[in-house]
């Protein structure tokens, strides 16, 4: 069958709690598929969404603070890292 991706079979364990939430959900399948892409979306370029920096990309992130700070966005509240080098050149 041409076209036809092949499909892999994963298990994760889940607690009891979640067990239960996720007998509400319809297509659980759709949902975690979902669920998950969304997350890699989101991952952390650093840390690769380990939330842990190796000691070297600590000395990177280290160098980069120095012309960088993180502040909080007035209006959506967002934390965002704003260039300081950029911010003194007005």
Not at 26 to 45: G, V, Y
Not at 52 to 77: A, G, M, V, Y
Request: aromatic share 6%.
């Amino acid at each position: 069958m041409p076209g036809k991706k092949k499909q892999e079979i994963i298990t994760f364990k889940v607690d009891e709690a979640l067990s239960e939430v996720l007998k509400s959900v319809p297509n659980r399948s759709e949902f975690i598929r979902a669920a998950i892409l969304t997350a890699m979306d989101n991952i952390c370029p650093l840390c690769m969404g380990s939330g842990i920096l190796t000691p070297d990309q600590r000395k990177h992130w280290e160098n980069f603070t120095d012309s960088h700070t993180l502040e909080e966005c007035e209006n959506c509240h967002a934390f965002h890292l704003v260039c300081q080098a950029i911010e003194n050149r007005d």
